[in-house]
């Protein structure tokens, strides 16, 4: 057997991060190498895994001798920068979570691909990858049916439609050859109450403690098609940036999906 993929954590004191943190501790075909936080938390210097014997602590930077392997990024998006300039110095594949990137942080992953395997995705769900396949095959089979999609989650969440719902109706619309901006209505009120030919339009639910459900509408007259993703746990997206980080290690420079991992 090949020896384990070292993987630095970047966020390890967040929720992502120490989900992260757990599904690492049942792979032995990834090692954590480091588990970074943002300067000056209380985690700094505290065990990892202290009921075990793996010496790891947390840590603000990385130990100079860490220079393969993959960055695991599940931090803000400020801070994205520093954890992409730290991957590109190292030389170390580059896999990010993290959501709220504008164009220029967009921009500089894939100019970092250029030197590093990079996968961004706003989500990791094993699952949402093979629903946009679903849609992308859907949307093209079926050019002139209405198109819709309806996302819910938690009360919470600060942005509405979801980026996943974002995702899936460029997915779509890729595949229809339409420019997605031009189609894409984010919310049915007012003047965009009524439907017009070749749209894409969005539905927000915000109730209780739902993790993250899409629903992909596509119908015609006569007949419709309802493409269904419900999460009902976090930890779905941990194990999927794992799954991500074991399958980029050892690849080319490049810029590469979620969907890569799962069909390739
Ligand atoms: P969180 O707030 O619990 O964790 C973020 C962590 O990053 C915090 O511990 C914070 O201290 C740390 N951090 C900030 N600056 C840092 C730095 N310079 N170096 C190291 N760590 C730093 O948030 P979360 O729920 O863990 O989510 C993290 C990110 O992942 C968010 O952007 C979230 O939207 C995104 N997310 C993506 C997916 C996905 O599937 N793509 C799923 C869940 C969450």
Request: charged fraction near 25%; hydrophobic fraction near 50%.
């Amino acid at each position: 057997m090949s020896p384990p993929i070292p993987v630095v954590i970047r966020g390890a004191a967040g929720r992502m991060g120490q989900a992260i943190l757990r599904v690492l501790e049942e792979r032995d075909d990834v090692v954590l190498a480091a588990a970074l936080v943002r300067a000056g938390s209380a985690q700094v210097d505290r065990p990892v895994y202290p009921s075990t014997e793996v010496p790891l602590r947390y840590a603000e930077a990385l130990a100079p001798g860490v220079t393969t392997g993959v960055l695991v990024d599940f931090s803000v998006a400020e801070a994205f920068d520093t954890g992409l300039a730290l991957a590109l110095e190292r030389r170390l594949a580059f896999v990010s979570g993290t959501t709220g990137l504008d164009e220029p942080r967009r921009a500089a992953l894939d100019r970092a691909a250029g030197s590093i395997p990079v996968l961004w995705s706003a989500n990791f769900s094993l699952g949402v990858a093979v629903l946009t396949r679903l849609v992308r095959d859907a949307a093209r089979a079926l050019p002139e049916w209405d198109c819709e999609i309806v996302e819910a989650h938690h009360g919470r969440k600060l942005d509405a439609p979801s980026g996943t719902a974002l995702a899936l109706g460029r997915a779509a619309a890729a595949d229809r050859g339409q420019d997605f901006d031009a189609v894409a209505v984010l919310a049915r009120a007012g003047e965009q109450a009524v439907r017009r030919e070749a749209q894409i339009g969005f539905a927000a639910v915000r109730a209780g403690d739902i993790v993250g459900e899409h629903t992909v509408l596509l119908a015609t007259a006569g007949e419709r098609i309802e493409l269904v993703h419900r999460a009902t746990d976090r930890w779905i997206f941990a194990r999927g940036a794992v799954a991500a980080a074991r399958w980029i290690a050892g690849r080319p420079p490049g810029r590469y999906t979620i969907e890569d991992v799962v069909f390739s």
